[in-house]
């Protein structure tokens, strides 16, 4: 330990070094339920390149483990310590270095916030797509190690699809530059998208290039009451079968809408069983929107309240970010699963959970991404109650062998982390986790960057 504390002193300023274990202590786990996390024995936050390089230079020497970090807001355990590591906290390194309108792209650092930057392009008449529902105090970085989503994916896709390039520190402290900032290239493999989602287990990103578009016109949501969950999930099957391409489409079940009406009371009405969300930023959202609301109908919905302008929108979106802190009210804690689903076998999997639920005598909201299929069952239960905290990570384990069953994947945005690991390995096959694995010893020989997550 003294020897690791002298040697990272030797290139890091005194306030990027913190070993007082109170305070180490509050870095060793992100937002996850039922994962384990060890006790770091320091946690660096550096500011530059250099003092990236200066951590990896002496955790390889020493043959410390290193663990990175954003801003820890995630939900399967990635971020968390390992017993002695140093957790790397990137969140000092939060400047936004360049925004070019004519190439459209940012250069960023990996601790700018999600929302900082979209607000950023947005004053330049731009736009940063990817938006998680943490988009006020997640990280650019954090976005970039476990490939996150949103509520637009529907329409303009995920991270990976807007990351470009990227500076990279390796385990060894070598610096490697992916990618590329042009609009078209195809040189070499891909290692730009390998990072994308790895989980800080193959390198430390400290600079990444970002793909923008034109800001899009303000989108108008319709809002539309199912009695049942198959219902709704009918109509965004008519929805995307039709053509249309909404800006987002989210759908909440019963218990996720009375439990935003009580955290918030919101107004939503309560006699649903389904409540679906959509939105268009076309030049033209009204006519599409009418559209929509006729295919729900069709559907079955009992009622179709199409909003008459942005800020009734905006009060509509409100309520869908607000249904996991409003799901965290229920019970003393909560496990946020991850499935995504074939649209086509949406009904079946919200169908599957609520069995589930009953199976298990549990409540288990749900709020989805319906436009991707992406569903994230959230399991309420009494964390004091070890009986109920044992259903609770049952039924979390059902939900995803349910989700596998109907040609799903585990996670469509929040990672593997620790607490899917086992279902990883049964996801991919042996042939795939061999494969796997044979990159991560490429970029990780020593196995130093975040051991113990993904496999």
Known sequence: MDALLERLRAGLPAEALITDPDVTASYAHDMASFCDAGTPAAVVLPRSVEEVQHVMR??????????????????????????GCIVLSLVKMDRILEISPVDRIAVVEPGVVNATLSRAVGELGLYYPPDPSSWEMCTIGGNIGTASGGLCCVKYGVTAEYVLGLEVVL??????????????????????????????????????????????????????????A??????????????????????????????????????????????????FDTPDPAADLAAVGEL??????????????????????????????????????????????????????????AAIAEKFGLTIGVCAHAGDGNTHPVVCFDHTDPDESRRARASF?????????????ITGEHGVGVLKKEWLARELGEVGLELQRGIKSAFDPLGLLNPGKLF
């Open 58 to 83: 002496t955790a390889t020497a020493l043959r410390v483990p290193v663990v990175p970090q954003g801003a820890r807001t995630g939900l399967s355990g990635a971020a968390n310590a390992s017993d």
């Open 296 to 353: 729900c109908k069709a559907s079955g919905a009992t009622e179709v309240v199409p909003a008459d302008d942005v800020a009734e929108s905006e009060l509509l979106l409100q309520a869908r970010r607000s249904a996991l802190p409003a799901l965290e009210t229920v019970k003393s804690a909560t496990m946020i699963d991850d499935v995504c689903v074939p649209r086509s076998r949406l009904g079946a999997m919200i169908e599957g959970t």
């Open 230 to 279: 198959a219902a709704a999930c009918d109509a965004v099957c008519r929805i995307m079968e039709r053509g249309h391409t909404p800006s987002l489409l989210e759908l909440m079940d019963r218990t996720t809408v009375r439990a935003v009406n009580a955290m918030a009371s919101m107004g939503l009405p309560e006699s649903t069983e389904a409540l679906l969300l959509c939105a």
């Open 397 to 409: 384990d059902e939900i995803m062998a349910l989700g596998l069953e109907l040609g799903g994947t």
């Open 171 to 228: 385990a060894d402290g070598r610096l490697l530059n992916t990618g590329r900032r042009t609009a078209k290239g195809v040189a070499g493999y891909d290692l730009t998208r390998l990072f994308v989602g790895s989980e800080g287990s193959l390198g430390i990103v400290v600079k990444a290039v970002l793909a923008l578009r034109p800001r899009p016109p303000q989108q108008l949501v319709l809002a539309a009451e199912f009695p049942s």
